[in-house]
């Protein structure tokens, strides 16, 4: 199965790393010498991914601005002879990048919502902005491998696992799976229950849900639903609950999770890539 196209959901405020996101969204802060927000890009490009959509707020258009050609100075580095950076510059000209706007922040689910229209395939790779996984394959690798070891995989949902402590189950989404179910894959799990920050006690395992999801189209259509019909937030592990028959799958992953979503996660993150 190849996917063609992936959603990065990047609207969030960063509130957490002010004052310095009053001036640079958090998605652009460095690592080494690239932001975050290339690194979630390599990874979609890393198994053939070629149409990218953020969905930003307004004010944060820096982050489409940093992947977008820059003739000018692509002919100046040319003529320096300072190839090594003109090739870093070029190496998004074959990648479609398009841009929708969450002008209210109402959930991931509603950030999703923003690109249904411009989801053209059968399934597609969605990567939120903190979560970036470290070892011999990246997220996107394990997760779409997870896939293809599936009978049926075209309507299937695949999720990014971690087993996670005990005291840390309340900040995370949490997987029941069947423990009787003949995996294709030693890392796959099939869920049968989806808990959203459960109390440890009544969490129905210890595998949280990583921010890396490959989802069929007809996950918008329950989205939508969930739209027409409520007036808080709108949630993504609310449109799994209510998934009507859809498998649901789930990969834990090998390798290193960093979250760049916290100062400490992002400092920890700049220690092992920077």
Not at 90 to 100: A, E, K, L, Q
Not at 173 to 190: E, M, N, T, Y
Request: hydrophobic letters at 40%.
């Amino acid at each position: 199965m190849k996917l063609t196209q992936a959603i990065l959901p990047v609207a969030g405020l960063g509130t957490r790393f002010l004052p310095w996101t009053k001036v640079v969204p958090k998605e652009l802060l460095p690592i080494g010498n690239q932001p975050i927000v290339a690194l979630l890009v390599d990874e979609c490009l890393d198994i053939g991914i070629r149409d990218i959509c953020f969905v930003i707020n307004r004010g944060k258009e820096m982050i489409p601005q940093y992947f977008y050609d820059m003739p000018a100075l692509e002919r100046e580095l040319e003529k320096r002879g300072k190839l090594h950076m003109l090739k870093e510059l070029s190496r998004y000209h074959n990648v479609n990048f398009h841009v929708v706007y969450q002008d209210q922040m109402l959930g991931d689910g509603h950030a999703l919502l923003q690109a249904k229209s411009w989801v053209a395939t059968d399934s597609l790779a969605i990567l939120f902005g903190d979560d970036l996984i470290v070892g011999r394959e990246n997220g996107l690798q394990q997760l779409i491998k997870g896939l293809a070891a599936l009978k049926n995989p075209k309507d299937a949902t695949m999720l990014c696992l971690q087993e996670v402590e005990r005291s840390l189950i309340p900040r995370y989404g949490i997987v029941g799976i069947d423990a009787s179910w003949k995996a294709p894959h030693v890392r796959l799990r099939k869920v049968t229950k989806l808990v959203e920050k459960p109390k440890p006690e009544d969490a129905p395992s210890n595998l949280g849900i990583v921010g890396k999801y490959i989802i069929p189209r007809s996950m918008f259509d329950i989205l939508h639903r969930i739209a027409e019909g409520s007036h808080d937030e709108i949630r993504l592990i609310d449109a799994l609950i209510q998934r009507n028959g859809m498998e649901i799958y789930g990969c834990v992953f090998e390798g290193t999770r960093l979250d760049t979503g916290t100062p400490e996660g992002y400092r920890e993150a700049v220690k092992v890539l920077g």
